[in-house]
């Protein structure tokens, strides 16, 4: 990259939200180097992981206001058995952080099914043990707050076990 990157893509205030606030400016170095990529190999169509959900939501917000020629393909998240979202961070869990790493999937399915609201879900992780950055629902669109009558939703939440930070999240 040229020194200094002086160009970059500004994302919409949605990227200083949710991920956004505990990794200020991220979405910008995203939004540019995706951008970077797809001028150079100009694909047809590009996959990116649900997983990453606020990502994939920034890159197809990018593509569609620039026009570019390019699908963006929603990859679904990959799970291990026990239903923990495959990451290479999984690698940094002790083996006890490993086994007690599924239950930020079992708390969003908890929030889906109606069981938990996301500031209960945040105190039932805190109370696992886990230091819980956020637990929200979101519209699936455009990761804004929903006003009530949404059924496009999505639940997201991202916390800290030992030192590893996970995320995930669950399509309602």
Sequence with gaps: YPEPQTYMVRPPPIANELEGVFRPGFFHGVATVVLKLLNCVQPVAAVFGK???????????????????????????????DGLAMSSRNNYLS??????????????????????????????????????????????????????????????????????RLIDNVEL
């Excluded at 990502?55 to 917000?61: A, C, S, T």
């Excluded at 996301?118 to 707050?145: F, M, Q, T």
């Design 51 to 81: 997983k990453d959900y606020q990502q994939l939501m920034v890159v197809r917000g990018m593509v569609r206001q620039l026009d570019l020629p390019v699908e963006i393909v929603a990859g679904e998240t990959a799970r291990e058995r």
């Design 95 to 164: 083996a006890a952080e490993r086994a007690e790493a599924p239950r930020l999937y079992r708390t969003l399915l908890e929030v889906k099914a109606g069981n938990l609201s996301g500031e209960k879900a945040v105190a039932a992780l805190a109370a696992a043990g886990w230091k819980p950055d956020y637990v929200e629902i979101r519209r699936r669109r455009d990761l804004s707050r929903p006003d009530g009558a949404e059924r496009e939703l999505v639940v997201l939440g991202a916390a800290r076990l030992g030192t590893t």
